[in-house]
């Protein structure tokens, strides 16, 4: 079955470069989408149409795809944005999740 | 704005059928727009999307949950559910209710609005 695999887990110092990336075999022919998921709160998109961002997110979040690897970069990391990152994708009719990376901002 | 919230059924037993509502306020379950999904995530687990239910009321599932999954849209309610049936233990999770915008069928949006959750524990 297709899978999407993300990192388990990401360091990163404040003020630094945060990329989390997300493998796929078919990534290429469908577009990704990221959330951040916070203990105690709901899941939130900040990235679609893998680069996509939505209203309210701020622009140091940032995606992009090459072929088999989709990519969330976070540039000048906050402590705020330690949280849990899922890619996710919609193909042949059904919804997959990786299997999330904790961001660590230390 | 558009705003989901989730039934809180509380303790399942092993075997019980889990039936769950999605209410929508601010927005309108028939919206051609818009389909209607639920995601859920077991304790110190990922995410896992369990199906998508469509305002003319066709379904998607997981390939896994499909035999034992359900969801459908009560549009005089303004609402969708899902029903879980023969429970068991590693069914104990927070459940989610999330809108997704529809561009068609190759072409589903992200989960863009999402209810608060509600923790299902399955539990003899």
């Known amino acids: 079955s297709y899978e999407l695999i993300q990192p388990p887990s990401v360091s990163v110092s404040p003020g630094q470069t945060a990329t989390i990336t997300c493998s796929g075999d078919?990534?290429?022919?469908?577009?990704v989408s990221w959330y951040q998921h916070k203990p105690g709160q709901s899941p939130a998109v900040v990235i679609y149409r893998d680069r996509r961002r939505p209203s309210g997110i701020p622009e140091r979040f940032s995606g992009s795809k090459s072929v088999g690897t989709a990519t969330l970069t976070i540039s000048g990391t906050q402590a705020m944005d330690e949280a849990y990152y899922y890619c996710?994708?919609?193909?042949?009719?059904?919804?997959?999740f990786g299997g999330g990376t904790e961001l660590t901002v230390l | 704005q558009l705003q989901l919230q989730e039934s809180s059924p509380g303790l399942m037993k092993p075997a019980e059928t889990l039936s769950l509502t999605c209410s929508v306020s601010g927005g309108n379950v028939r919206s051609s727009d818009y389909c209607w999904g639920w995601i859920r995530q077991p304790p110190g687990k990922g995410l896992e999307w369990i199906g998508y239910?469509?305002?003319?009321?066709?379904?998607f599932y997981k390939p896994s949950l499909r035999s034992r999954v359900t969801m459908s849209v009560d549009t005089a309610k303004n609402q969708f559910s899902l029903r879980l049936w023969s429970l068991t233990a590693a069914d104990t999770a927070t459940y989610f209710c999330?809108?997704?915008?529809?561009?068609?069928?190759?072409?589903?949006?992200?989960?863009?609005?999402w209810g608060q959750g509600t923790m299902v524990p399955v539990s003899s």
């Open positions: 996710q994708v919609w193909d042949s009719y059904i919804v997959i």
């Open positions: 078919q990534l290429g022919d469908t577009s």
């Open positions: 239910v469509f305002w003319s009321g066709s379904t």
């Open positions: 999330a809108r997704s915008p529809f561009y068609g069928w190759q072409n589903v949006g992200p989960f863009d609005i």
